[in-house]
């Protein structure tokens, strides 16, 4: 009676304190984000270029005729705005701006909107003329990654707090390499070396140090790594014979380099996925029972493979697709052929969507076998 009494207050203590904790932790986030807002808000004074916040907006709409003889609906703005830094800040100024149907080079801009300026001032230090540069985008962009940290954080509660750590170190990674390839060193080698920290980094911040992160890091490096011999190999035969780089142009380093390296780590993206997946589930059928046939286990993980496999496949297809829409749109719009775009302009992405799928494909039956061969003594309970 005794021992029960203790065990179970010992049990609420605990409880209690990781509910204060959790708590604490919600706690200290929302203050970060209000503070970011706040920040966001009103850190004008950071900017160097004179920075305009538009208070009104007068609108008289027009057509204007393409040169392909269409009609355009174009959008005239006459925009008083009040100036918030520098030796002009309080002063109202009188704006212009155009902005089309389209919106390719300009900016449909709206009330409360803040816009970066040019100012040319007179002899006397007083505005002659001004200018609307471009828009202030940075409280914007602040809103969605609290809106992303929040779902996250709600949806994945302390896998979701590790897979924002996991990010950050990523992205931190990046510039890193990016720092030393402005420095002269190899970029080839050092991507190679960040894809493989992304990948241990990442699945080992998010699942931690066990059996199950151990057989998906290694399902992933030797997907990876088979699918990019395959994929040197028959470019290398081909000597990129159908592939066309005029995308790259403006690149001082060589594209083959460059689009190889792109192919590594779109490639990973989905491989590391699909194999943190699969070990997962193989983990899952070793608890329910450890006694289970590997036929068993092969043919339940196949399942669950085949099934990721589709989805995965469609996701790469569409995430670089996507990205070409408005190349697509504006070369359609100028008469351009279907076959002549898609040879031409969408070759890279069909090339990276194809890679990337083989991939995922091979990822599977390594992915299962690596994770059985590291699993198959795994204990009831064992992380």
Not at 63 to 81: H, L, M, R, S, V
Not at 219 to 242: Q, Y
Not at 348 to 375: C, D, K, N, Q
């Amino acid at each position: 009676m005794v021992g029960n009494f203790i065990i179970k207050n010992i049990q609420k203590f605990k409880t209690n304190k990781i509910s204060k904790k959790i708590l604490a932790i919600w706690a200290g986030l929302i203050i970060m984000s209000l503070f970011s807002l706040y920040f966001i808000s009103n850190n004008e004074n950071l900017y160097n270029k004179p920075i305009a916040k538009i208070i009104a907006i007068n609108e008289q709409e027009s057509n204007k005729e393409t040169t392909d003889g269409k009609i355009e609906p174009i959008k005239n703005q006459k925009i008083q705005a009040i100036i918030m830094n520098g030796i002009y800040k309080g002063k109202t100024v009188e704006l212009n701006n155009v902005t089309s149907f389209s919106q390719v080079n300009d900016l449909d801009l709206k009330i409360n909107d803040e816009v970066f300026l040019s100012i040319q001032d007179n002899d006397k230090q007083e505005i002659s003329t001004v200018k609307i540069l471009d828009l202030k985008r940075d409280k914007y962009i602040v809103y969605i990654i609290n809106i992303f940290v929040a779902l996250i954080l709600l949806v994945g509660g302390a896998k979701g707090f590790r897979s924002l750590a996991s990010v950050f170190v990523n992205i931190a990674i990046v510039f890193i390499i990016i720092g030393l390839f402005t420095k002269g060193y190899d970029l080839m080698v050092f991507s190679i070396i960040a894809s493989i920290l992304f990948v241990v980094l990442s699945i080992l911040l998010v699942s931690g140090r066990n059996k199950k992160s151990f057989s998906a890091i290694v399902g992933t490096l030797i997907g990876t790594l088979v699918s990019m011999v395959i994929a040197g190999v028959v470019i290398k035969f081909n000597n990129w014979s159908g592939i066309h780089f005029e995308e790259m142009e403006f690149l001082t380093h060589p594209p083959e380099q460059i689009f190889f390296i792109e192919l590594i780590i779109g490639t990973l993206g989905g491989i590391m996925d699909i194999a943190i997946s699969i070990s997962s589930a193989i983990k899952e059928l070793y608890d329910k029972n450890p006694n289970i046939e590997r036929k068993a286990i092969i043919k339940s993980s196949r399942e669950i493979g085949q099934d990721i496999m589709g989805t995965m496949a469609n996701t790469l297809v569409f995430a670089y697709l996507s990205g070409s829409i408005p190349t697509i749109l504006l070369l359609l719009r100028n008469g351009m052929p279907i076959t002549y775009i898609i040879n031409i302009n969408l070759s890279l992405e069909f090339m990276r969507a194809i890679v990337g799928s083989i991939g995922i494909v091979l990822s599977i039956p390594i992915t299962i076998y690596t994770s059985i061969l590291i699993l198959k003594k795994h204990k009831i309970g064992e992380i």
